[in-house]
């Protein structure tokens, strides 16, 4: 399990390493945002969105109220939120293995809030707070598919400020 962190400075640095993740996505990926309210990850969806083509005419928001937002570009994108499901059930109700194996993106908000078992391999981004202006960004990948893909991305995103 490979992880790297990266800092930004701004909401247009974290959304311009959206936008990197995004072109390497080639269908199928599953992407667990992690972090506190406010820190960035609808930030990061939206370049992850630029990323797949989705059009600017998308209005990329938090999913909290709707739970799943769809979009499409070069791939299906789903945007899910599970800030406000309390229980399994609730989460079975909203099909969510069709989306997660599906041939699109599912980028899931709160990924802590997933039961632990439901997936086995996926990118884990933990977005925190390391000062007022700066995020602290940290990829976890969780399988041999997510292995490579932050590998490349690393190779891609070498203007940013890193920490390994």
Known sequence: MGSWSVFTSSPQQTRSLGTRVGRLLEGGEIIGLVGELGAGKTCFVRGLAEGLEVGREAWIRSP???????????????????????????????????????????????????????????????????????????????????????????VQSSKFKVKD
């Open 64 to 154: 909290t109220f709707t739970l799943i937002n769809e979009y499409q570009g070069r791939l299906p994108v789903y945007h899910i939120d599970l800030y406000r499901l309390g229980n399994h059930q609730e989460m079975e109700g909203l099909g969510l293995r069709d989306y997660l194996y599906s041939e699109g993106v599912s980028l899931i908000e709160w990924f802590d809030h997933l039961p632990a078992n439901e997936v086995e391999e996926y990118l884990e981004l933990t977005l925190e707070y390391a000062d007022d202006d700066r995020r602290r960004l940290t990829f976890t990948a969780h399988g041999e598919r997510y292995e490579k893909l932050l590998q490349e991305f690393k």
